[in-house]
């Protein structure tokens, strides 16, 4: 069994930065590609990024150059630190071990004036 939590949402005016968090119960965390995903109110859940075991990155085009992701595998710890936040960012974040059923409840961000 596997438990993902996310942290880190809330309100943030255009152009500011939030730091997410996603902390994953389980032993096979270093193992497996991590990935997250947004879903706006009306819209479909869209890919954002995902980082490998091994620390090789991918980005949707939306995000590229304004988000990056790392991982503690320490900590069992994902980190999306995103910057030049746009209105259009606004949705609901999710974590998911990247291919699996795996999910976690979700953060929201807000970015807004």
């Known amino acids: 069994q596997v438990q993902l939590v996310e942290s880190g949402g809330g309100l943030v005016q255009p152009g500011g930065s939030l730091r997410l968090s996603c902390a994953a119960s389980g032993r096979l965390f270093r193992l497996n590609t991590m990935a997250w995903y947004r879903q706006a109110p009306g819209l479909e859940r869209e890919f954002v990024t995902a980082?490998?075991?091994?620390?090789?990155?991918n980005y949707g085009d939306s995000v590229k150059g304004r988000f990056t992701i790392s991982r503690d595998n320490a900590k069992n710890t994902v980190y999306p630190q995103m910057n030049s936040l746009k209105p259009e960012d606004t949705a609901v974040y999710y974590c998911?071990?990247?291919?699996?059923?795996?999910w976690g409840q979700g953060t929201q961000v807000t970015v807004s004036s």
């Open positions: 980082i490998s075991s091994g620390g090789s990155t």
């Open positions: 998911n071990v990247m291919g699996s059923g795996y």
